[in-house]
């Protein structure tokens, strides 16, 4: 079965400076990847997805993610985070051929002045 | 455009009581459903989800049980809460190119 796995629980990135957010997945074929955000109290906003294709994917909001077979990884970036990019962040895995997606358990973003 | 509805937004309620949290879509047809649950501090982790009428499919064997009486509405129910029902709930949607959509979820606190 796939799984999700991201390992910083928390990130604290200074207004202006860059971000990367890490994703490893596990799954034996190659998979559908997505990072998706949560504001407090809220539902989760899609940021971007990979299907195929080109490895770097940009998304909503200025963020980007790289899928790396080798690594198994899809990690999130952004080059210059806002005071607003502060929020929960979750990547996600779904498995060809079924409908459900695994989450990992999150990285929550704090942003510093 | 397609629209997804949760409510009630929050929900306090006593031990032993019983859950009924409801879903809609709008503006599609045959939809798959999912009840997800976040419990404080947690990621998501899949309940139930659903690919068509009176199709439910369980990932979590727990207290809490989900129906579809409708293309587009997906019910979460419970005869008799826990304490550990506690957490936030949150229905989504997709037409199976897995771009989720997700509602904007109920807390539910158990006192």
């Known amino acids: 079965a796939q799984s999700v796995t991201q390992p910083d629980i928390h990130i604290t990135v200074s207004e202006g400076a860059s971000l990367e957010l890490r994703c490893n997945y596990s799954y034996g074929a190659t998979p559908y990847l997505f990072w998706y955000v949560q504001s407090p109290g809220q539902g989760l906003q899609l940021l971007l997805k990979?299907?195929?294709?080109?490895?770097l994917v940009q998304g909503i909001k200025g963020f980007e993610a790289e899928f790396k077979r080798s690594q198994s990884s899809f990690n999130l970036r952004k080059p210059s985070v806002h005071w607003s990019d502060a929020a929960e962040y979750f990547c996600?895995?779904?498995?060809?051929?079924?409908?459900?997606?695994?989450f990992g358990t999150g990285t929550r973003l704090l942003v510093s002045p | 455009s397609q629209t997804i509805h949760q409510w009630p937004a929050t929900l306090v309620q006593p031990v032993g009581s019983p859950l009924s949290l409801e879903c809609t879509v709008e503006?599609?047809?045959?939809?798959?459903l999912y009840w997800y649950r976040q419990a404080a501090g947690r990621g998501l982790q899949l309940l139930f989800y659903s690919v068509g009428i009176g199709q439910i499919s369980s990932e979590v064997p727990q207290n809490l049980s989900a129906s579809r009486p409708q293309d587009r509405q997906f019910i979460l129910s419970s005869k008799k809460l826990l304490l550990s029902d506690s957490g936030f709930y949150l229905c989504a949607w997709t037409l199976g190119n897995y771009g989720y959509t997700f509602g904007s979820g109920t807390r539910l606190t158990v006192v």
């Open positions: 990979y299907f195929s294709g080109d490895t």
């Open positions: 503006g599609t047809s045959n939809p798959n």
């Open positions: 996600a895995v779904g498995e060809r051929g079924f409908q459900k997606l695994v």
